[in-house]
């Protein structure tokens, strides 16, 4: 979770959640693996190339593509380019503030990015105009704008949303769906002593010893992975984890990115 959104719980309220947990319940009454309620809404932004809403709880995120000509990257002549941006706005969370980017959203547009790119998500191939000379460039642009917990899995939900909506489309040229396959389904977790806890909330998070995520495919095979806070995962926590992220994440697909 972003550094400047650490607040202090009182010892109350995390006393609340540790007894929570002991009962197999956590403090807003759902299992370890059950996230929250998830709403999304596809081509939110009427304007974009491609675009969703997504709400996860209370946090809430849109996500926008912008498809341009560019030059291809040098070492990948025959490849389109795609680029992930996270913004988290001054008015998602109180000590949230403007500027340019930080480790923490560094982070999390790294961790999404990583879960498309290596599960090929988007067919860059299919995105060159000219070899070597000119190609299409992908731009994945998510902003924050209410936070309460696991922006991971949110931004993830809203860039793939947006990418499955996207048409790539220029004057003079035929207009074709964004080339989408292999949808990557993230699976964010937060260890409170030893219980792993899926779609942690914000208070979740300010109390985690240490937080994993998991990316997935629908062929079993993990595409990314990001260890965060300082504690440690033993080998065991770590394959539970795996685990849970197969199964979970498989709902997920299921359920909200057909």
């Excluded at 547009?109 to 060159?128: N, P, S, W």
């Excluded at 105009?129 to 696991?150: A, L, Q, R, S, T």
């Excluded at 389904?185 to 998991?214: F, H, W, Y």
């Excluded at 539970?240 to 990115?257: C, D």
Aim: aromatic residues 4%; glycine residues 8%.
């Amino acid at each position: 979770m972003p550094k400047d959104a650490s607040g202090i719980l009182s010892e109350i309220k995390k006393g609340y959640i540790i007894n929570q947990l002991k009962s197999g319940k956590r403090g807003d009454g759902r299992s370890p693996e059950e996230f929250r309620k998830i709403t999304i809404i596809p081509d939110y932004v009427k304007r974009a190339q491609g675009s969703a809403y997504v709400m996860l709880g209370d946090t809430k995120v849109i996500a926008g593509i912008k498809i341009e000509q560019g030059e291809p990257f040098p070492d990948t002549p025959n490849q389109g380019v795609l680029t992930t941006n996270v913004e988290m706005l001054p008015m998602a969370f109180p000590t949230f503030e403007p500027g340019p980017p930080n480790e923490d959203t560094i982070e999390i547009a790294r961790v999404v990015d990583r879960g498309i790119r290596e599960a090929k998500t988007v067919d860059l191939k299919k995105l060159v105009i000219e070899p070597g000379k000119k190609v299409w460039i992908v731009f994945i642009d998510i902003d924050v704008i209410d936070f309460d917990g696991n922006l991971i899995d949110a931004c993830t939900l809203g860039a793939l949303t947006a990418l499955k909506t996207a048409v790539v489309k220029a004057e003079g040229m035929d207009e074709f769906k964004l080339p989408v396959d292999n949808l990557p389904i993230s699976v964010t977790m937060v260890k409170i002593g030893n219980t792993l806890l899926c779609d942690p909330s914000v208070e979740e998070e300010q109390m985690a010893e240490a937080r994993i995520t998991v990316s997935t495919t629908e062929d079993g095979h993990i595409r990314a992975m990001q260890k965060g806070k300082v504690g440690s995962l033993s080998i065991d926590e770590i394959k539970n984890a795996i685990s849970i992220s197969l199964k979970v994440g498989s709902a997920l697909r299921e359920t909200y990115i057909r």
